[in-house]
């Protein structure tokens, strides 16, 4: 295990967390569970880059966590996606990686290839999923309406590609971050503590482009051996 994450990752995962304690202790200094949170959102990913079901297993607290934090700021697209999608979405992900282990390795899942029918259907399913919460947060009092419900379908799609085991997953969520990032700076301009919040998805920005490349590395890995 010394030697199971790379110079690269350990300096990424360290220089993730130096970002978020930076920006929690200058602009917030209060709510830890916004730093508690942020810290296992990043442990999360670098497990991820390395696909190993210690992610989706971390995901699932970090989801319960910013349910809570989205709440506080009446961000109720954020608390019903990830209680009500990537919560349970990372629980049936779990199980998934965890039955699905490349070369019997529990540490490592085998990367999947999905085709072209099942991203149509993922699509199509991402539109309805779409539509019925754009419904539901309006009923709500969602604040940043649109950009809340362009969270739940860019959400829903990286939660899907998650339980398929597909590279792309990473891409889904780096899209999400970046409309995570947008909102919590409109939050971060009535409560100037919610930059903490902001820069830790552009921690997870990073984390998840570096996620993207280190799968498809992977891919041909596992591709070359069978």
Not at 37 to 60: D, E, R
Not at 180 to 208: H, K, M, T
């Amino acid at each position: 295990m010394k030697n199971y994450f790379s110079t690269g990752e350990k300096l990424l995962w360290g220089g993730s967390v130096l970002l978020i304690l930076a920006a929690f202790f200058v602009f917030d200094r209060a709510n830890y569970l916004n730093l508690a949170a942020s810290l296992i959102g990043v442990t999360s990913l670098i497990f991820a880059a390395k696909a190993n079901p210690a992610a989706p297993a971390l995901m699932i607290v970090f989801s319960a966590l910013y349910g809570i934090i989205s709440f506080g700021f009446s961000y109720y697209g954020e608390m019903i996606t990830y209680l009500g999608m990537t919560l349970p979405m990372s629980v049936i992900s779990l199980i998934s990686w965890l039955r699905n282990p490349f070369d019997g390795k529990k540490s490592e899942v085998g990367v999947n290839r999905i085709h072209r029918k099942e991203v149509f259907f993922m699509l199509a399913l991402s539109l309805v999923v779409t539509v019925g919460f754009y419904f539901i947060l309006k009923a709500f009092g969602t604040a940043n309406l649109p950009l809340s419900t362009l969270s739940v379908t860019t959400s829903f799609i990286a939660v899907y590609l998650t339980f398929r085991r597909s590279p792309f997953y990473a891409a889904g969520y780096a899209a999400n971050d970046v409309v995570l990032i947008i909102l919590w700076i409109l939050a971060a301009r009535e409560n100037p503590q919610y930059v903490s919040v902001a820069v830790c998805f552009g921690a997870f920005l990073v984390n998840d482009v570096y996620g993207f490349i280190s799968w498809r590395r992977i891919q041909k890995r596992q591709s070359a051996s069978e």
